[in-house]
């Protein structure tokens, strides 16, 4: 005869094998069954506890109130120090025993192996006294936890860092204001100075950095990037400084900041000018005395750390507006380094153009071509507001739709036989697929990733709206979008976001 499969698995534990007091409790908190340890801890025989709401077994009328919360967001909830009352609380005739402290625990009855078939709940007495040598030993615990869970931060960062610098940081060009910025790197890179990188977006700024820690010595340590402008102003302590277990909704273990995960190295602060004003009293702090605490922590934590921070904005203008603070500018502003933009570079761009393209074409196992003298008089007469970053992306896309015998590279503003210029309209050859533009070969397209596709799905949706974001006929429109969402996946994709919009936003 065939076993009929039971709804639900049996207890793989007996009830009464478990030293603490356990009792089954059905949706409304009321007592299925409950151990022997349960009943002497109440002090009622087992057939007088059926039936009766946890809290009134308890003299606890409000615990479920109490309990419930935490039981419904978390799983389990935790009562400490509840007094028995032997004979459980109004109950009447003692069954024998009871009284003393308990901890209670309540428990969902799918997240153990006690539990009985129809239990929703299962509640846990512990003995409060025998259970404070168990806390003092699970503190110890946690604490050669938190040892290991900070060795392993350190060693996901280092796995990390080595992967990003298996090549070391080239730079290509020989312009003379490159060649300024090169001269300063090589002086101030042996030293431990602050270094305030300043220059447009995309030319570069993360790329001097760590030539900076390469030539260090400190190049065999971390290094540590910060974004500061893609981190929500709430999170940006927490990133930088760690976070202690449970200082937060979510912080549900310890957590190292960058700081830390710095320790001996250099830590980057790409964007510092986002940072708020109390993130940056922490840091004037780190800066002066090398100690901080993580947020909801009191222990100090000291650290030797290299500092390199970046940003677009002229710091000088942002203390004056009162949006960045002047000591901490000062302490920043020790060695500054200006990157020149790219439209100061001409004579490097022809070198910068087949460098990029040979890069590409072995990412995208595409052929690597002779870049065409049409293609390079546009390159040369456009003004690459995007720098660097719109240079690899407009070399990216060429690379990617190449079929000639040439490598063609379009763009936006750049005017081209048949077309009157402009920002790249749908019926012009800078917008991607459009016709009479080049199409995006078939097999191309089976060989790219889920964010390639994306990528030149937005770059498509910017050129063919003329760059433009917001508002009716805007890219995010065209895209389904809200206009920050596409504003954020640009900056994830490193697609530079039109000049004017930059301006607009007063980021110049």
Partial sequence: MADSAPSSPPPVVHPDDVGAGLLGLDADWRVRWCNARAAERIGL????????????????????????????????????????????????????????????????????????????????????????????????????????????????????????????????????????????????????????????????????????????????????????????????ESELFGHERGSFTGADRQRLGKFELADAGTLFLDEIAELSMAAQAKLLRVLQNG??????????????????????????????????????????????????????????????????????????????????ERSMRRVLAYRWPGNIRELDNAVERATLLAEGPELEIELPDAPTPGSQGGHGSAGSPGALGAAPGPTIPRDALLDLTSEQLQRLQIMHALETTGYKVFGEGGAAQKLGVNPQTLLSRMDKFEIPRPRRMRAAGNEE
């Fill in 291 to 372: 100690a901080f605490e993580r947020v909801g922590g009191a222990e100090t934590i000291r650290v030797d750390v290299r500092l390199v921070a970046a940003t677009h904005r002229d710091l000088a203008r942002q203390v004056e507006r009162g949006r960045f603070r002047e000591d901490l500018f000062y302490r920043l502003n020790v060695f500054r380094i200006e990157i020149p933009p790219l439209r100061e570079r001409r004579e490097d761009l022809r070198a910068l153009v087949e460098f990029l393209h040979e890069r590409h074409a072995r990412q995208l196992a595409r052929p690597a071509l002779p870049v065409s």
């Fill in 45 to 236: 025989a087992p057939s007088r506890l059926v039936g009766r709401a946890l809290g009134e077994l308890l003299d606890a009328p409000d615990l479920r109130e109490r309990l419930e919360p935490a039981l419904l967001e978390r799983g389990a909830a935790h009562s400490p120090g509840i007094a028995l009352s032997s004979g459980g609380g109004s109950g009447g005739a003692s069954g024998g025993g009871g009284g003393g402290v308990a901890e209670v625990w309540v428990l969902r009855a799918s997240d153990n192996g006690v539990a009985q078939r129809g239990d929703a709940l299962l509640a846990t007495l512990i003995d409060a006294t025998a259970h404070g040598a168990l806390e003092r030993e699970l503190e110890r615990l946690r604490d050669q936890l938190a040892s290991s869970e900070k060795a392993r931060d350190r060693l996901g960062e280092m796995r990390r860092v080595l992967t990003e610098s298996e090549a070391p940081p080239k730079v290509i060009g020989s312009a003379p204001a490159l060649l300024r910025a090169l001269d300063q790197i090589g002086r101030v890179a042996p030293t431990d100075a602050t270094v305030l990188i300043h220059g447009e977006t995309g030319t570069g700024k993360d790329l001097v950095a760590r030539m900076i820690h390469a030539q260090s010595g400190r190049a065999a340590q971390a290094f540590i990037a910060v974004n500061c402008a893609a981190l929500p102003e709430s999170l940006i």
